[in-house]
């Protein structure tokens, strides 16, 4: 079975108060902030490998992103997948969330036949949740979004429960699919030490825009239909009263204030 | 579409036992706006089983006309069936505008049916409003401000978002519309199918109802530090919400998630704990009567967009505050 992992190296989160708007340009400022692996690419990448402690899997991790996004595709390595591959190029930059599918579904066309696609719900930085969806549009697959439990994996017909806000659907879907999975899928695994001398022997291929085939029109910021018009800061219309005192004087004060809102 | 005019603006409503979802009932009202703006209708999708009775409430809302797709294969959402078919729907009338809710449905269906048609999408707008040019600003909030998100060539123009971001518009029951009936083929996707649909009720309060909100954040440092959070939630009998890292670090569910991609809640008192008020979060709060922060951090942004505030490790303040709270309460019960 061929699974393929799509990946993405995100601004830390934990950093992420120092990641500003570009006035200017209108694109996120990333300097300094370093780039990691997005948090549900991780359960994304744990949910190919208990396939492959099962099965004979084999595992493609695959990326878009600028050049020092190797370091997230080298983690997936790591982490135990056989082959990690990461689309840059400066024909890329820019892409929104439909050039993004779009190159990242003709990078999979090109592997080869591919049973499994999974992604992350979401990524951390964008918050939107298109890109597997759209990679399964563009490849002819069927999607599952939201997969909280893989219930039934054997044969080429799987049940999964893809997650409401309250309760789940159950899917049954023919492989080839795509599935964007969530949180309670799993717990992702951690690096070990014998994992990373590992992915030193393994190969990072990197691919641009004259290895994928495809017109400079349909990627990066010219394949995006959707651009940043403007920006725009946020005013305030509160003003803050700062409670003062020792902690439990702040606390009765701060107890006065809740009461006189009338709903404590 | 109108010669030289603009196309419908369409929502497609969601539906759950043959009720109109809220969320579609507060786009409809919207895209009635927008429409008008535009000089041109508002249009509701719906399928659904025996769906005929229950379309008044969109008419009341705002809709001009209401395409119907009524079989007893529609009755839940299949998403193989549901993408044809609106594809289908949007190539024969080109809308301009398609609104989806950001509920579990509309964030799957969105990126189906934008990607056949080739064509952008916006995730949990906080607002929607036309330019000079017509052309539709989507608002997100992102990094200490707001972004306007456009999509100024292809058609239509596709956003999603939550409910409580639009107001519930006032109903008119004068107004009506036309019902166009859809064909949509009783048949199942061969590669997809829905086995069952399993609704929970859940057992706390409603975010979006409360009166009382407190919403924990990642100073809350690890779990024992967030059940003291949920504490001072059950403390309140508030909802307790919370910001993106907390679902990160697995302390608090995604449902409980308050912000642009979350729940949006109006309560008449709103409690931040250890959290930093990043925009994300903030726009999920919107007319609250009174907001509190308590955050280590005096310098935390949080402080410029609530009425009162505490500096101060919540880890040390909140429980301090819980028993404050329980006294007062043991008084006002035996006075």
New interface residues.
Partial sequence: MNIVVCVKAVPD?QQ??N???DPVT?T?MRCQVPLVLN?LDKNAMRAALDLKEQFDVHITALSMGPPDAEGIVRECLALGADQGILLSDRAFAGA???AT?YTLATAIAKIGPVDVVFCGM?S?D?????V???I???LDL?????VEEIVECRGPQW?VK?????????????LP?VFTV??KLNTPRALVFSGIINARKKSIVRWGIDDLGVPAEAVGLKG???????????Q?K??????TGT??E???Q??K???D???? | MMKNGYGPVWVIVEQRDCRIRTVSLQLMGRAQKLAAGLNTTAEAVLFGNLMEHHVRPLFAAGADRVFLGSNPQLAF?E??IYVRAIVRLAQEHEPEIILLGS??MG??L???V???L???????CIDLVL?ENNIL?QHI??????????????RPQMATIAKGVFPMPEPDPNRSGEIIPVTVPEDV??????????????DEIPLESA??VVAGGAGAGDPDGWRQIADLADA?NAALGCT??V??E?WAP??SMIG??GRMVSP??Y?GVGL?G???HMVGITGA?????INND?KSPV??????????DCR??VP??I???KA?QKNQVTC
């Fill in positions: 989160p992420a108060c990641i500003r708007i209108k996120l948090a929104d969330a439909y599918a979401a951390s964008g918050s939107t949740e298109w597997g969806p759209e399964a549009t563009f069927p999607v599952v979004t939201m049940k893809a997650s409401l806000a309250h309760g789940y659907r159950l899917m049954q879907v023919q699919a969530t949180r995006s239909p959707t651009i940043v018009s403007k920006l725009t800061t946020t305030s509160r003003e803050v009263e700062i409670l902690r439990e702040k606390a009765t701060l107890l204030k809740l009461v809102s009338g709903v404590v | 959402y998403p193989e509920t579990a964030r799957e969105a990126p189906l934008a990607a056949r080739q064509t952008g999408l916006t995730a949990h330019d600003e909030p992102a990094y200490g401000g707001l972004l306007s998100i456009i999509c100024p060539q292809k996707s061969p590669r997809l199918q829905t086995l069952e649909v399993v609704h929970e009720v859940p009166a009382i309140l993106r890292p679902v990160d697995g995604l449902e642009q991609s008449e008192l409690i930093s990043e925009q994300q009567k009174v907001m509190v922060a005096a402080f410029d967009q609530v009425d009162y505030g505490v500096v101060d040390a303040f301090v505050l028993k404050k709270i007062y």
